[in-house]
């Protein structure tokens, strides 16, 4: 069966950088869409990147020009650069992943970042 698996969280000032990674074990299969969701306490999840197995990327308008998404297919990984980051960016993020095979989506179980001012 599918896990994903994430690391990379931590606690950075404004201005400061993570890089995190998630790592997609159990499939003999590369995974077909992949991406990173974050919930804020008291807010819903919403969409933070997302990339294609094409590596047809999408991301959110409030960290366009700020993060940037990978993937290495045949490590079936999924990054996530994030610079410039600010307060507001504290959440809990999430790795997604989908089957190339049927509608079924694989949940990391989360990573915390804050963004202290």
């Known amino acids: 069966q599918v896990q994903l698996v994430e690391s990379g969280g931590g606690l950075v000032q404004a201005g400061g950088s993570l890089r995190l990674s998630c790592v997609a074990s159990?499939?003999?299969?590369?995974?077909?869409?992949m991406g990173w969701y974050r919930q804020a306490p008291g807010k819903q999840r919403e969409l933070v990147a997302s990339i294609t197995r094409g590596a047809f990327t999408n991301y959110a308008d409030s960290v366009k020009g700020r993060f940037t998404i990978s993937r290495d297919n045949a490590k079936n990984t999924v990054y996530l650069q994030m610079n410039s980051l600010k307060p507001e960016d504290t959440a809990v993020y999430y790795c997604?992943?989908?089957?190339?095979?049927?509608?079924?989506?694989?949940w990391g179980q989360g990573t915390q970042v804050t963004v202290s001012s």
């Open positions: 159990g499939s003999r299969f590369t995974l077909s869409d």
């Open positions: 997604n992943a989908k089957s190339p095979w049927s509608p079924t989506d694989y």
